[in-house]
């Protein structure tokens, strides 16, 4: 729970932080601006509200690995949702605006979570798990959006928040507990992410220290 709170604290630290002009550069998500993936995690945030008020009375169907459907190719961009995110960011116009949204939104996630039950059972997407593992899930989500997040920033704002060193260390373990397989020692924790999810292609280096895993990746989470 503390984990999930310091994760998304980091994260709109970071929006917080961004001058106006950077909400115009690209993200680290295919097709997506700054802004556009902004506006994401405040949809993001809203199905955290959702979901922490949608108690289910059935065992878990799933976990906080097995959360994550697991895709063959990337997203296209052509997917309505992601289609919509890019027109309603763009509505914003004002990035004051869209800062001030996710503030908003997203302090009220924050607060839900910390409030909840950690045994507790929810439904999403039609799955059911604990609170526990539901806000395990989301620490990979908020710690892959926020490298997306400042993947193509320029110098001038490396003094961005940057994602915790626990929230890269879970998020790495999940995804190997996702992969079935660790990835390579050598690799840093936000190598194995961008790596592991198609966000940087490996070297050829370490696509020879990835062996076979190599071969089942990327792994494209949605």
């Known amino acids: 729970m503390d984990l999930f709170s310091h994760s998304w604290t980091a994260l709109r630290a970071a929006v917080a932080e961004l001058p ?4 115009q550069r690209p993200s680290g998500c295919a097709g997506w601006l ?3 993936l902004v506006c994401h995690l405040v949809i993001d945030a ?6 922490l008020v949608t108690p289910a009375e059935t065992e878990p169907t799933v976990n906080a690995a097995t959360y994550w459907h697991v895709a063959d190719q ?21 990035p004051a605006l869209l800062r001030f949204h996710l503030d908003d ?12 039950d950690p045994g507790a059972r929810v439904s999403t997407q039609d799955q059911v798990l ?10 990979l989500e908020w710690t892959l959006h926020h490298l997306d997040l400042i993947a193509h920033l320029p110098s001038a704002s490396a003094n961005v928040t940057r994602p915790t060193g626990e929230g890269l260390a879970r998020s790495r373990a999940l995804l ?17 992410l961008l790596v592991g999810t198609g966000r940087r292609t490996a070297t050829d280096a ?16 949605g």
């Open 176 to 192: 190997e507990s996702i992969a079935g397989s660790p990835f390579p020692r050598s690799f840093t924790d936000e190598t194995a």
């Open 130 to 139: 604990t609170v526990a593992d539901y806000l395990t899930a989301y620490v």
């Open 105 to 116: 939104v997203g302090s009220a996630a924050g607060r839900a979570a910390g409030l909840a």
């Open 34 to 36: 700054v802004r556009d």
């Open 20 to 23: 106006d002009e950077d909400f």
């Open 46 to 51: 809203q199905d955290v509200l959702i979901t």
């Open 74 to 94: 990337p997203p296209t961009g052509e997917d309505p949702l992601d289609a919509l995110t890019v027109r309603l960011a763009a509505a914003y116009e004002d």
């Open 206 to 221: 370490e696509r020879s220290e990835l062996g076979e895993l190599a071969l089942r990746l990327p792994l494209v989470l």
